[in-house]
């Protein structure tokens, strides 16, 4: 059974740029979310998808955005690229509907800018 | 807000030392507790999940114990081998009914031989 999936692993982009990231999430889940992971901050919450529909949003700039798809399927995208936002990009899907289940993460995006 | 908090942010040990890994959070009202495990430039992977009704759950050599009362989780690893090394960390969801976890900043493990 294929994992989490996200593309591309790796991207440069340069200040003022956008970039959108992919995640595919495991047959079967229809929970899908995403995480900014940085040396300083951590691990910090985006967003959380399910059935197309934003569920909750994380405290970041509106410059961060998402959508997901019929086939659950997710992509996030960040506009207007600050040095800040140099990170691993993670992305999760779970089986349970309605959340409190078991979460499997992707081996990310690694986001640098320039 | 719930926050959660990771002791000690580092640990080495020499390889066979069974060690325990420790994870605190401020809000006991949590619907479960997950451990991940993360090798550098790596994704997370999942290693235990203990809900709120459960004291513990155990992999192979990694056990979790949860004590909602006092805001604690343990990781507890047996007979540690070098390929144990990574950073461990914990997370709790912020609500019922959300993905939206919160997560420690992590205890870097190293495992010497």
């Known amino acids: 059974k294929a994992g989490v999936t996200q593309t591309p692993r790796y991207l440069i982009k340069t200040r003022g740029q956008q970039v959108t990231l992919s995640c595919s999430p495991i047959s079967g889940h229809r929970s899908v979310s995403w995480y900014q992971q940085t040396p300083g901050q951590g691990l910090q919450f985006l967003f959380e998808y399910f059935s197309e529909t934003q569920r909750n949003k994380g405290n970041f700039p509106g410059r961060f955005s998402g959508r997901q798809f019929s086939n659950s399927r997710s992509e996030m995208n960040v506009s207007t690229l600050e040095l800040g936002d140099s990170a691993l990009y993670l992305c999760?899907?779970?089986?349970?509907?309605?959340?409190?289940?078991?979460?499997?993460f992707g081996e990310g995006s690694r986001l640098t800018v320039l | 807000k719930q926050e959660v908090t990771q002791i000690p942010a580092a640990l080495s040990v020499p390889e066979g030392e069974n060690l325990v890994l420790n994870c605190s959070f401020t809000d006991s009202a949590i619907y479960n507790l997950q451990w991940f495990r993360q090798d550098p430039g790596k994704g997370l992977t999942s290693l235990l999940l203990i809900q709120s009704s459960q004291r513990e759950q155990t992999s192979g050599r990694l056990n979790a114990s949860l004590d909602k009362s006092s805001g604690r989780s343990t990781l507890y690893i047996a007979a540690s081998q070098p390929g144990d090394s990574a950073t461990y960390l914990c997370?709790?969801?912020?609500?019922?009914?959300?993905?939206?976890?919160?997560f420690g900043k992590g205890t870097k493990l190293t495992v010497n031989p």
């Open positions: 997370a709790v969801p912020t609500q019922g009914g959300s993905e939206k976890l919160v």
């Open positions: 999760a899907s779970s089986r349970l509907n309605l959340g409190t289940g078991e979460l499997f």
